[in-house]
């Protein structure tokens, strides 16, 4: 099993839907957990970063973290062309500060 | 404002031909990665170096040298390149317990 399953199936979603991403862990140890957002032909950015298990919101992106169920999503509010993007959690235990990435989920908006 | 800077964005080899990528970062991090990015398979870790004089394998190490040249400088070698060695390759810095940042990666393609 790996450590972080995302579902990389492509996601098509008209503009101004909600967008809904998610990743699952088997590691107990993860937390601190992250949401990268890549353009084509560029490398992942950061979008959100969060400690422990709760809420964030910045803005249109909401990130939640469960860590009763090993589960992470990340919500994307009236969504945006612009939003169009590979996005990929991320997650580690602290210490050698590794980072063990979901395989990424594609993001098309509509307009 | 450069953050992480790698070279060259592209670059096309002969199978056996030799190669080194070159990364450098400004922001006075301790820990560098590079990684590799491939369809399907995600973000892999190549090779870490938690910081300056200390380099450790990540996930698929084979075919690949590093050297950790000086805190801002961390440079990926394939000394005999091979088709499957073909793909696009991230160098990411961090402090510890924080996210990385990433560079625009480098397209290889070895025929």
């Known amino acids: 099993q790996k450590e972080v399953e995302q579902d990389p199936g492509p996601l098509s979603v008209p503009e101004g839907a909600i967008v809904s991403l998610n990743c699952t862990y088997s590691n107990s140890a993860f937390q601190y957990f992250m949401w990268y957002r890549q353009y084509s032909r560029k490398g992942p950015e950061l979008l959100m970063y969060?400690?422990?298990?709760g809420n964030k919101e910045d803005g249109r992106f909401t990130a939640q973290v469960d860590k009763s169920s090993k589960y992470i999503s990340l919500f994307i509010r009236d969504s945006q062309p612009s939003d169009s993007a590979t996005y990929l959690c991320?997650?580690?235990?602290?210490?050698?500060?590794?980072?063990?990435f979901g395989k990424g989920n594609q993001v098309v908006v509509i307009p | 404002n450069a953050g992480v800077t790698q070279t060259p964005k592209f670059q096309v080899l002969k199978t056996g031909q030799s190669m080194t990528l070159q990364c450098a970062q400004d922001?006075?991090?301790?820990?560098m990665y590079w990684y590799r990015q491939d369809p399907g398979m995600g973000l892999r870790l190549i090779y870490y170096s938690a910081s300056e004089g200390t380099t450790d394998k990540g996930e698929v190490p084979n075919g690949y040298n590093v050297s950790r040249l000086n805190k801002r400088e961390f440079s990926l070698r394939l000394e005999s390149a091979a088709p499957s060695q073909t793909s696009v390759y991230f160098c990411?810095?961090?402090?510890?317990?924080?996210?990385?940042?990433f560079g625009d990666g480098t397209r290889l393609s070895i025929l």
């Open positions: 969060t400690y422990s298990s």
């Open positions: 991320a997650m580690t235990g602290g210490g050698n500060n590794r980072l063990a």
């Open positions: 922001m006075n991090h301790n820990s």
């Open positions: 990411a810095s961090s402090e510890a317990l924080t996210y990385q940042h």
